[in-house]
């Protein structure tokens, strides 16, 4: 093939409306690709390409990433496989959230860090036993909360330790809750990263949770419906908003039991969105409530979310928490890795919560992952 014959592109995704939270973009756009890399984005590419993919009436999005989800499969009992959970429905990074603890992280680097195609991330749980088995509290001996190994994994492993993950459920901590959550405080300062705080069965108010938290750290299941949840009456507590003026974030994290439509629809109604939108997915729940990151998204839209606000809270958003944004991560930009997400809307279907609740609304379907430029083969939907 002579230079003057050769395509202009490998392949081009055209007529999408490409939505690029990082950018600022939300317009009919071509997405052209070569190898690895997104090659162009803007109008008129497809003419030459070797390649090209029509996705008019698709939303073509950066690859996703999902901020809260259990993949430390066979390890755990609560550990779905990571590519068929996540890569093949459309997300390209995924931050394990307290699967692993120092104990058992490096079986975690070894059988699901290392061998996945996709950038796996954790953040670790301050228990050294890590969420082996939902029965059983990580942190009812206190003793197992050890700073010095929590602080060694992290430094060790800083391609993949993001961060520190304590549950406060009652059946987790019990009256130790205070001085535990102190502890992981002071470890994850030490170490510079930010401690992510499960709610939802807590034995305090969320308030005097919130007030120990720094800007930076990460509560979630904002959503929940459990008790001492974000709602004061049906508006969200002036605490809460105190707590993100300050810089706390917030993580909507679905799961078998924290995703409550009756919190959500008024938070939402109040400009409440979560700073990270996920899934929470985990062996308990892939099958449903959850099923993945895209059906999550669809109920948040569903209740009324802007859909550009949810692309920014599956894709640049935990890129900046997760510190990906240098990686390329979260956004669709010329030169930049070619990890795409193109999705389709379908026909309404009925969408659980985790409290027994259900709406009927459209369901976000990916018709088209590039991870690295290279497509990978779609999951079917698991509610079917």
Known sequence: MT????????????????????????AVLD??????????????????????????????????????????????????PSDEAHLRRGVVAASDAGTAGASTFPAFRKLVVEPSPMRILSFLNVSVLGLIDFRFGELTNPDTLVPDDALATAAENPDVVRGFKIRLSEDVVGENWQMLLKKSLDLAEQAGLPLMVHIGETSEPLPAVLDHLRPGDVVAHCYTGKEHGILDGSGVQSAVMEARERGVLFDSAHGKSNLSFEVARPAIADGFYPDVLSSDTSARNWRGPVFDLLTSMSKLV??????????????????????????????????????????????????????????TAPRFEPTLVLHGGTEVEIAPWRGL
């Open 3 to 26: 230079e003057e014959n050769r395509p202009v592109y490998e392949r081009v995704l055209k007529g999408g409306t490409v939505i690029d939270p990082a950018s600022g973009t939300e």
């Open 302 to 359: 569903a209740l009324g979310m802007p859909l550009n606000e949810a692309v920014a809270r599956a894709t640049v958003r935990p890129a900046r928490l997760l510190g990906l944004e240098s990686e390329g991560y979260g956004r669709l930009e010329a030169g930049g890795p070619a990890h795409v997400t193109v999705v389709e809307e379908t026909e309404p279907v009925v969408l659980p919560d985790a409290a027994g609740n259900s709406i």
């Open 31 to 80: 997405v052209a690709v070569d190898g690895d890399r997104i090659a162009a984005v803007g109008e008129g590419l497809a003419d030459g390409a070797a390649e090209v993919v029509d996705c008019t009436g698709r939303w073509v999005l950066p690859g996703l990433i999902e901020g809260h989800t259990h993949i430390f499969q066979y390890v755990s009992q609560v550990g779905a």
